[in-house]
């Protein structure tokens, strides 16, 4: 077969992601945090819109929904969103948002215009640095403080240079993860000055700081509480056989008695093994809810939006009809239109997502009935396809909805995907898919560990012949598996743990 260009024509179809669907999208999978900044910008780029508490009456403008609605529900009506409203419905079709934003085509334009998601909270930066008493406040990162101390406590401009460098390459637990050779080598000076200035990072507060290892931390910090003797030298040079529980093998080589090493345990465990986590960002704090939830003494749940982290948009009627009665070109007239037409869109568009929320969590409270009321233990096993089809939408329009979205109880505040998790079978079940989930397990095996005999652990086998009293059914490699994902040792490693807290 020959092999030659050739031209061909050929007919096809496919969805374009306008800008105005690209935009949907986006704020279906966007936070409430992440919503309101991006509000703050169409503030600012959009002078037909404001934040307004009522809506707008003005007849002379078109008659639209201008803020974002904020519906309750009740058990009784967990699946009768959306009715009695008057409101146009939003010009976006259910389907193209279920389309997967990274393929087809806009999708290069889409993620080049995402920015505005990882965006901040538009928090200013402060004018002054606070004192140096001030410096444990989490404001303050790890890397100013130890800035701030580096010049009384450096010898030299160029040891300080040499320090402040250290200092910005350590991690958030404060260790230094960097060989120092290759840092001297880059700096171009030598190792030892290199490991004078380390020293110098080292002194400063906290204690531990510039550390490169978890004995090196122990060590400074026992430096500093005058407490680094022969005996605790050995202890912290042999960590490896503290954590294998080897006592009686630590108390020959540290030389001490029962009551010495208890002494030196306590001391150890005062430490701080990873001092620079206390100047951590407040990025991994609170987090501020997306969706309350409450009971409302009648057998049912009040779902309302968070309308803490949500301004009503408005559309400035008087401006427009005051800006449009006045003679402007055919260019300004045009801007104008468009201008409304963008706020009227966004209004809908927010209006849409607010409701899709609304309903994909109303569902999500009705299938997990049981955890809201009895806690984790009645955990069911539910996957994104059984919300879907419970209220008729795609399973990716879920994944978007729940993505980012954090709702508040009772039992404390989880994110949406906390609720769906796989299951396991119980004994005798009617393979109707109803089963434990895999968060009930979890929970159940740490109530199970946190309650054993340090005297008599139970082994993975013997949880399993637990858990099969219990009705449930499972294999010793998947209670293993589960244990593990629980962040709980072996039976093993919990004996020396208890062993080691005994003392």
């Not at 969805?15 to 936070?31: E, H």
């Not at 819109?49 to 609605?69: F, H, W």
């Amino acid at each position: 077969m020959a092999l030659g260009p050739r031209l061909d024509l050929r007919q096809s179809q496919s969805l374009v992601m306008t800008p105005q669907l690209q935009q949907a999208i986006k704020l279906l999978a966007a936070s409430n945090l992440e919503i309101e900044t991006f509000i703050g910008e169409a503030l600012e780029t959009n002078p037909l819109l404001e934040v307004g508490e009522t809506r707008s009456e003005n007849a002379d403008a078109p008659s639209e929904p201008d803020d974002i609605p904020r519906e309750e529900f009740t058990s009784d009506q967990l699946m009768a969103q959306g009715q009695g409203e008057t409101e146009a419905p939003l010009d976006i079709d259910n389907g193209a948002l279920d389309r997967d934003v990274d393929t087809g085509d806009g999708a290069q334009s889409l993620r080049a215009n995402a920015d505005w998601s990882a965006a901040g909270t538009g928090m200013g930066a402060a004018s002054e640095l606070p004192d140096f008493e001030a410096t444990q406040s989490a404001e303050l990162s790890l890397g100013d403080h130890l800035r701030m101390q580096v010049g009384a406590a450096a010898s030299s401009e160029r040891e300080a240079f040499i320090a402040t460098h250290l200092i910005g390459m350590l991690d958030d637990a404060g260790w230094l993860p960097f060989d120092l050779r290759d840092i001297a080598y880059d700096l171009g000076v030598d190792l030892a000055s290199a490991e004078r200035a380390l020293k110098v990072v080292q002194s400063l507060d906290p204690s531990g700081v510039g550390a490169r290892d978890l004995a090196e931390c122990l060590t400074i910090q026992a430096r500093e509480a005058d407490r680094y003797d022969p005996c605790m030298e050995r202890l912290i040079d042999n960590l490896d056989l503290l954590a294998r529980g080897e006592v009686e093998r630590l108390k020959r080589m540290c030389r001490v008695d029962d009551e010495d090493f208890a002494d030196m345990l306590r001391e150890l465990r005062s430490y701080d093994p990873k001092p620079g986590l206390a100047f951590a960002s407040e990025g991994g704090g609170a987090v501020v809810p997306d969706i309350l939830l409450s009971d409302n003494g009648k057998g049912g749940w009040d779902i309302a939006l968070n309308e803490d982290t949500l301004p009503r948009l408005v559309v400035n009627r008087d401006y427009y009809v005051e800006v449009g009665s006045t003679g402007q070109s055919d260019e300004a007239k045009a801007w104008l239109k468009e201008k409304l037409a963008d706020a009227h869109w966004l209004i809908r568009a927010l209006d849409q997502r607010q409701k899709t929320i609304l309903k994909t969590a109303a569902e999500i409270v009705k299938q997990q009935d049981g955890f809201f009321r009895r806690g984790v233990s009645e955990l069911r096993p539910l996957t994104l396809r059984e919300v879907a089809e419970q209220i008729e939408m795609h399973e990716s329009t879920v994944s978007r909805v729940t993505s980012n979205k954090y709702l508040h109880c009772e039992r404390g505040c989880f994110e949406l995907k906390y609720f769906f998790s796989s299951g396991v079978g119980k004994i005798g079940g009617s393979g109707d898919g109803e089963g434990a989930s895999s968060q009930a397990i979890k929970a159940r095996i740490k109530a199970l560990t946190d309650a054993e005999d340090p005297k008599k652990v139970l082994s993975d086998q013997k949880l399993v012949d637990i858990l099969n009293e219990e009705g449930f059914d499972l294999a010793r490699r998947t209670v293993a598996k589960y244990r593990e994902a629980a962040g709980i040792g072996s039976s093993a490693q919990r004996r020396r743990q208890k062993k080691l807290e005994s003392l």
